[in-house]
């Protein structure tokens, strides 16, 4: 039995919150205004309603096993072979998902802060990062995500009130740059597929009850698809469509436009650490995922022989594409894309079968 400790809902939500936030402070929100131009916050606004759907399908799954976690619900509803097979694809997405934006965070810090320094090196600072994090367990990373949230909530409040002056109104005319039927698809394929309720599936265990899972959850989702959209706003109202969408890190370039007076300049390098806060806690969680998968699937009762393992192979997969370009298009293009399998197919999959086949325990009212 592999042990994982105990969260709370203060550490859940924490730890789903900073994860769900990963991916504004890349080049995303940029995309979203390119693919939606004035209505690119719509994408999110959309999405996130999608992905709350998305999650009450993954808690109606689990709700019906809450003795388990969703790597032991498939295989009890689909057998050990098929099992098996559903099992691996999770695995497998998180193996890419976190091989992706090792990449992708590593570029992020050669713009940002270490043009010169070689991206086989940079790739090694989030690695080790992920591997002392996942020695430790999950539940010392539900911690440091409890005392993190804090620092990055207020870093985020202080920077939307901060952008403010420069905000201009009519940069988010007209409206309806694109019409609604492109805006549903484009929201629905690429933002609302999220990992977050497929990662609280895989430690449900660790929460204190199913009901903590669901209210840990909901409410990450919830406030993490406001402060997207938000994020988005303000970078479009701040520099307009045409310039917004040519940024290759438009939260960096928000940040670079926070003064204060004449003596407190480039406070960008403090928003540099909410920035890698998030970031080391999201490929840290998502490596655990992936880890903690296979160990289950191979009833190993410890976790940690697979993290070398793992590692090189996210690290070679990572290392793969030539350039940023190519890692962009392969998380915006395909990550995203077949997102849909693991993150909402399957597990409704599994919901339907469980029910049809009356597999797992009937839950009680009030649970």
């Known amino acids: 039995m592999i042990r994982e400790g105990k969260i709370g809902f203060a550490e859940g939500f924490a730890l789903l919150f900073l994860s769900n936030l990963a991916r504004i402070f890349l080049a995303d929100p940029a995309i979203a205004i390119e693919v939606g131009k004035n209505m690119a916050w719509a994408l999110y606004a959309i999405g996130t309603v999608v992905s709350l759907f998305e999650f009450w399908i993954i808690a109606s799954l689990m709700r019906r096993h809450q003795n388990v976690t969703i790597v032991e619900a498939s295989e009890q509803i689909l057998g050990p072979y098929l099992g098996l097979l559903c099992n691996l694809v999770f695995a497998a997405f998180f193996i890419y998902e976190e091989s992706i934006l090792m990449r992708r965070y590593s570029e992020a810090i050669l713009t940002a802060a270490l043009p010169d320094t070689p991206i086989s090196l940079v790739l090694m600072m989030p690695l080790i990062t992920g591997i002392a994090a996942c020695f430790y367990g999950l539940e010392t990373m539900a911690r440091v995500a409890r005392v993190s949230v804090t620092f990055v909530v207020l870093g985020l409040v202080i920077l939307f009130v901060s952008v403010t002056r420069f905000v201009d109104v009519t940069n988010i005319y007209p409206l309806w740059s694109m019409d609604a039927k492109t805006i549903l698809i484009e929201s629905v394929m690429k933002y609302s597929l999220v990992s977050e309720g497929l990662l609280a599936a895989v430690i449900i265990q660790t929460f204190g009850g199913w009901q903590y899972f669901w209210r840990s959850g ?43 007076g004449r003596f407190f300049q480039r406070i960008e390098s403090v928003f540099l650490l909410t920035w890698a806060m998030v970031g080391f806690i999201k490929l840290a969680v998502t490596f655990y995922a992936a880890v903690v998968i296979l160990a289950r699937v191979f009833r190993l009762p410890d976790f940690r022989p697979l993290l070398w393992i793992v590692s090189l192979l996210c690290f070679i997969v990572s290392i793969l594409p030539p350039d940023l370009p190519t890692a962009v298009k392969l998380d915006v293009a395909r990550l995203r894309t077949w997102t849909l399998m693991p993150t909402v197919l399957l597990p409704l999959l599994l919901l339907v079968l469980s029910k049809v086949r009356k597999v797992g325990e009937q839950p009680e009212d009030g649970t």
Do not use: Q
């Open 218 to 260: 909901i409410t990450a989702l919830s406030l993490g698809g406001v402060i997207k959209l938000i994020v988005a706003l303000l970078i479009l109202l701040t520099f307009g469509v045409h310039v917004a969408s040519e940024e290759l890190l438009p939260f960096f370039n928000l940040s670079r436009l926070v003064t204060f």
